[in-house]
């Protein structure tokens, strides 16, 4: 009876013991399968992304095709933007408004007192202090008010022309994001056209559309942001050089001799006022002169 009893539960122990080994087998052999499935998966993504990243991979002129007609305005833009940006940096420099060779020579010609000899070098080299200073000693002889005056507004203008190019790179900073805003309103319209068409089951032409109306918008962009910086910076310099134009030209024409050069004509302007011919006519009255 004991012996009986001893092989059962033998058996019943082996039994459970070889559920365990078969259950343990089937377990690990889901676990390799699955570890296997996920090694294989992840060894495809690395492949698969390099094979996604060589699809994407655009050019610079796979991009502008794809921002459509509004590049080329936009192109054009940025060649203005580069070339006043160049041409506005040198002519906001002191030193061109005032070559230190140009303002050397002018003084010297001031301490011999040389006015004629100054107006002529003057006349003869081109920057913003030769023509002021040129202008200014051609009104030596109306005296002191005069040549200040003619002093500011030479001034003036020197600051009105350079800053009406500066004011151009406020034009091209506006009208690039309009320019841009355009070719989203026409790619929006030719990606809603596509999907009236297509519907969604074309995702390569409303992919096309989409990323015309992205890269329209993002090149106005790019190119109003550097617009607006150089914009307010050049304005800034112009300011600066202006100032410094000023005290230049001003410290010239201090101390200078007015009453010695009372109705001198230093320069070369010829003058078209002449005394009334109603005075040299017989004196007529001067309101009937005018009115006839």
């Not at 095709?65 to 080329?72: A, D, F």
């Not at 015309?212 to 150089?230: D, K, N």
Request: net charge negative; charged share 15%.
């Amino acid at each position: 009876m004991h012996l009986h009893t001893d092989i059962t539960m033998t058996l019943t122990t082996r039994h459970r013991i070889a559920r365990a080994i078969i259950c343990f087998m089937l377990a690990f052999g889901n676990l390799t399968a699955f570890t296997s499935i996920a090694s294989a998966q992840d060894a495809a993504a690395p492949a698969g992304e390099a094979a996604a990243a060589v699809e994407e991979h655009h050019t610079l002129w796979d991009r502008f095709k794809e921002g459509g007609w509004v590049m080329w305005p936009i192109t054009a833009c940025s060649v203005a933007l580069i070339w006043l940006t160049v041409d506005l940096w040198m002519r906001t420099n002191i030193k061109k408004m005032a070559p230190p060779a140009q303002v050397s020579q002018t003084q010297d010609l001031f301490r011999a007192g040389d006015y004629v000899g100054a107006y002529q070098f003057c006349k003869n080299n081109n920057s913003a202090f030769c023509d002021t200073t040129r202008v200014a000693l051609s009104f030596l002889g109306d005296g002191q008010d005069a040549t200040e005056a003619a002093i500011f507004s030479e001034m003036n203008r020197v600051n009105q022309a350079i800053q009406t190019r500066i004011n151009y790179l406020s034009v091209i900073g506006v009208c690039t994001p309009m320019i841009g805003l355009t070719g989203t309103v026409t790619g929006m319209m030719t990606a809603f056209a596509t999907l009236k068409t297509s519907g969604a089951g074309d995702p390569a032409k409303l992919s096309g559309a989409i990323g015309e109306v992205l890269v329209a918008t993002a090149s106005g962009l790019f190119i109003a942001v550097p617009a607006f910086m150089f914009f307010y910076f050049l304005r800034n310099r112009l300011q600066v050089a202006i100032a410094g134009l000023q005290d230049v030209v001003t410290a010239l024409f201090r101390k200078m001799p007015y009453e010695h050069l009372k109705d001198a004509h230093v320069g070369e302007e010829e003058f078209y006022a002449a005394v009334p011919n109603w005075v040299a006519g017989g004196g007529e009255p001067v309101a009937a002169a005018v009115a006839a």
